[in-house]
């Protein structure tokens, strides 16, 4: 049987992408582990799916001063031993990685053993542990056209990212029953309300009162940030976090709100959802959520707005002109070639 080991962790995006390659990857013959942290999130998540899991020791490699920079070096050399012992033991046929810090070891590893890899770059620039692993790389699997000329030629495919299957299989009567909502009035998503999302929970709610004389809100704000002053709002409903269920909710979505994180905007467009981007400033993050956006600004799958220049006022005047435009979204984004990304990475990984 064919071997294969997946990496990627540190955040759900580095992980997701894996699990959404799973059914696949068992479909074509291939015997799946994972390597990631000890107590990583992609531990957790991978744990649904019983695959065999090696944990390895990891360290952040930083660009600013911090007194970790000097013991993290030893715990990404622990991790390179614990990783290569790990590969020796498997014997796979390939490395597929999906990016994070632990993956650094992980391909290094691979790649002193002869062990080909492939790897992912979500964000239009590569990342710190990216550009490390990519001099090793058979293949470099990429989201954004743009991306294609800041890698090797001869390594670089423009992919998008592997969208979980689920997600195209909700239905809105039960995503609008889920909610209390009917048919009405459109419905708007906010999504992406984890960490570094606040300034977004409140400029929703702020603007509210506007965007109810139109629209049904669904918001899914963050673990912990729940307005309980607005429970039973009509017309409003917030979730902390959704599992099973989000499809339903995806379904039910007219245009959404979203920060611009990689793998959030990949599934906007896989699922032709028109969205206002509201990505993080450069201060709060090294740029790439105001790259993302832009890229695809430009390619006319998204309206951006910075959060500098958002009121309630504004938000609410947005919402209503893309809504009113949804069309014209919905068409650039059906006409993308970014949206078979599974099957191109199969086949990536079968012609190494």
Same mark, same amino acid.
């Given at each position: 049987m064919?071997?294969?080991?997946?990496?990627?962790?540190?955040t759900?995006?580095h992980?997701?992408?894996?699990?959404?390659?799973?059914?696949?990857?068992?479909?074509?013959?291939?015997?799946?582990?994972?390597?990631?942290?000890?107590d990583?999130?992609?531990?957790?998540l991978?744990?649904?799916?019983g695959?065999?899991?090696?944990?390895?020791s990891?360290?952040?490699?930083?660009?600013?001063?911090?007194?970790?920079?000097?013991?993290?070096?030893?715990?990404?050399?622990?991790?390179?031993?614990?990783?290569?012992?790990?590969?020796?033991?498997?014997?796979?046929?390939?490395?597929?990685?999906?990016?994070?810090?632990?993956?650094?070891?992980?391909?290094?590893?691979?790649?002193?053993?002869?062990?080909p890899c492939?790897?992912h770059?979500?964000?239009?620039?590569? %990342?710190?542990?990216?550009k490390?692993?990519i001099?090793?790389?058979?293949?470099?699997?990429?989201?954004?056209?743009?991306?294609?000329?800041?890698?090797?030629?001869?390594?670089?495919?423009?992919?998008?990212?592997?969208i979980?299957?689920?997600?195209?299989?909700?239905?809105?009567?039960?995503?609008?029953?889920?909610?209390?909502?009917?048919?009405?009035?459109p419905v708007?998503?906010?999504?992406?309300?984890?960490?570094g999302?606040?300034?977004v929970? @409140?400029?929703?709610?702020?603007?509210?009162?506007?965007?109810?004389?139109?629209?049904?809100?669904?918001?899914?704000?963050?673990? %912990?940030?729940?307005?309980?002053?607005?429970?039973?709002?009509p017309g409003?409903?917030?979730?902390?976090?959704?599992?099973?269920?989000?499809?339903?909710?995806?379904?039910?979505?007219?245009?959404?709100?979203?920060?611009?994180?990689?793998?959030?905007?990949?599934?906007?467009?896989?699922?032709?959802?028109?969205?206002l981007?509201?990505?993080?400033?450069?201060?709060?993050?090294?740029? @790439?959520?105001?790259?993302?956006?832009?890229?695809?600004?430009?390619?006319?799958?998204s309206?951006?707005?910075?959060?500098?220049?958002?009121?309630?006022?504004?938000?609410?005047?947005?919402?209503?002109?893309?809504?009113?435009?949804?069309?014209?979204?919905?068409?650039?984004?059906?006409?993308?070639?970014?949206?078979e990304?599974?099957?191109?990475?199969?086949?990536?990984?079968?012609?190494?």
């Amino acid at each position: 049987m064919k071997k294969i080991v997946l990496t990627g962790g540190g955040t759900a995006g580095h992980v997701t992408p894996n699990i959404a390659l799973l059914p696949h990857l068992k479909e074509a013959g291939y015997e799946v582990s994972y390597i990631g942290s000890y107590d990583g999130i992609e531990k957790k998540l991978i744990g649904d799916f019983g695959l065999p899991y090696y944990g390895i020791s990891t360290g952040k490699l930083r660009r600013y001063f911090s007194w970790k920079n000097f013991s993290d070096p030893f715990r990404v050399l622990k991790g390179f031993s614990e990783a290569k012992k790990a590969l020796k033991e498997i014997r796979p046929d390939v490395v597929f990685s999906k990016g994070g810090f632990v993956s650094v070891p992980v391909v290094r590893a691979a790649a002193s053993l002869h062990i080909p890899c492939i790897i992912h770059e979500c964000d239009m620039t590569p %990342g710190l542990a990216n550009k490390l692993c990519i001099p090793v790389a058979q293949k470099v699997c990429c989201n954004f056209p743009e991306t294609v000329s800041m890698l090797p030629a001869d390594k670089a495919v423009l992919t998008g990212t592997p969208i979980r299957e689920e997600l195209f299989q909700g239905d809105r009567a039960k995503g609008l029953t889920l909610c209390g909502f009917t048919n009405e009035k459109p419905v708007i998503m906010v999504i992406g309300g984890s960490l570094g999302a606040v300034h977004v929970n @409140d400029l929703v709610r702020a603007a509210l009162p506007r965007l109810l004389k139109d629209f049904q809100v669904v918001h899914l704000c963050g673990n %912990g940030k729940l307005d309980e002053t607005l429970t039973g709002t009509p017309g409003y409903i917030q979730f902390e976090y959704v599992k099973e269920d989000l499809k339903h909710l995806f379904a039910a979505a007219d245009v959404v709100i979203s920060r611009a994180g990689a793998n959030a905007i990949c599934e906007l467009l896989a699922l032709k959802k028109p969205n206002l981007l509201i990505p993080l400033p450069a201060n709060a993050s090294r740029g @790439d959520q105001l790259l993302n956006a832009r890229s695809y600004e430009a390619q006319g799958y998204s309206v951006v707005k910075e959060e500098s220049e958002l009121t309630p006022d504004i938000l609410a005047d947005t919402m209503r002109a893309l809504y009113r435009d949804r069309d014209s979204y919905v068409s650039a984004m059906a006409k993308s070639t970014q949206t078979e990304a599974i099957s191109t990475i199969m086949g990536l990984i079968t012609q190494v």
